[in-house]
């Protein structure tokens, strides 16, 4: 059964870091899998965050580039982000996300599997 879960949420005042994991298993070939980083706040729609391909190439959104590293540990099967100098704009539920072989950049709709997300929170 494949399987993705994140953890490393939490709340976090303003310029703050923090590192989100997501562990895939049941998954054969992890290193063909592309895979993402997605956001949802409240009342606005998933947005992509970054996302990294089977070569090593990442992509941000423009709103974390310079503040946020994606970085995939094939051997271990999992994905990190590392957040930094975070925003009160960046409060929102995380999720991980994979699609195996396919380029996907920071499509959604591209993306067929999905953890069920960590909460971040950025508040003073």
């Known amino acids: 059964q494949v399987q993705l879960v994140e953890s490393g949420g939490g709340s976090v005042q303003p310029g703050g870091s923090l590192t989100l994991s997501c562990v895939a298993s049941?998954?054969?070939?992890?290193?063909?899998?592309?895979m993402g980083w997605f956001r949802q706040a409240p009342g606005k729609e998933r947005e992509g965050v970054a996302a990294?391909?089977?070569?090593?190439?990442?992509t941000y959104a423009d709103s974390v580039r310079g503040r946020f590293t994606i970085s995939k540990d094939n051997a271990k099967s999992t994905l990190l982000l590392q957040m930094n100098n975070l925003e009160p704009e960046d409060t929102a539920i995380y999720y991980c996300a994979a699609r195996r072989g396919v380029p996907c950049s920071l499509v959604a709709g591209r993306f067929n599997y999905w953890g069920q997300g960590t909460q971040v929170t950025v508040s003073s």
């Open positions: 990294i391909e089977r070569d090593g190439s990442t």
């Open positions: 049941g998954f054969t070939g992890y290193s063909d899998y592309v």
